[in-house]
Nanobody, 123 residues
Framework: QVQLVESGGGLVQAGGSLRLSCAAS????????MGWFRQAPGKEREFVAA????????TYVDPVKGRFTISRDNAKNTVYLQMNSLKPEDTAVYYC????????????????WGQGTQVTVSS
């Protein structure tokens, strides 16, 4: 069982930056691919970014490429999402997720989910 707790959300003006963190409880954290998803009001949850268990591979959805960076620190059981040049359309609840492989995480979502953190970008 993996418990995930997100933090770092908030209100920011367009063009600003935020860094989300996701702390995992599992001692086997380094065996999981980790990812971020988001859900805007009235929309389905969508994939944002994922990182392999080693941190050597990453993948992003096109609208965030060049603006968002996912990273992880296996010694701290934590995954991060650095978000720069934020836009109002990035407003959503952001969820951390874990799954055994990055490919399946992106395609099918996580086996484990955090509770979400709100990101609001004002214009």
């Amino acid at each position: 069982q993996v418990q995930l707790v997100e933090s770092g959300g908030g209100l920011v003006q367009a063009g600003g930056s935020l860094r989300l963190s996701c702390a995992a409880s599992a001692p086997t954290f380094s065996k999981y691919a980790m990812g971020w998803f988001r859900q805007a009001p009235g929309k389905e949850r969508e994939f944002v970014a994922a990182i392999s268990w080693s941190g050597g591979s990453t993948t992003y959805v096109d609208p965030v490429k060049g603006r968002f960076t996912i990273s992880r620190d296996n010694a701290k059981n934590t995954v991060y999402l650095q978000m720069n040049s934020l836009k109002p359309e990035d407003t959503a609840v952001y969820y951390c997720a874990a799954r055994t492989t990055m490919t399946n995480l992106r395609r099918f979502g996580g086996d484990y989910w955090g509770q979400g953190t709100q990101v609001t970008v004002s214009s």
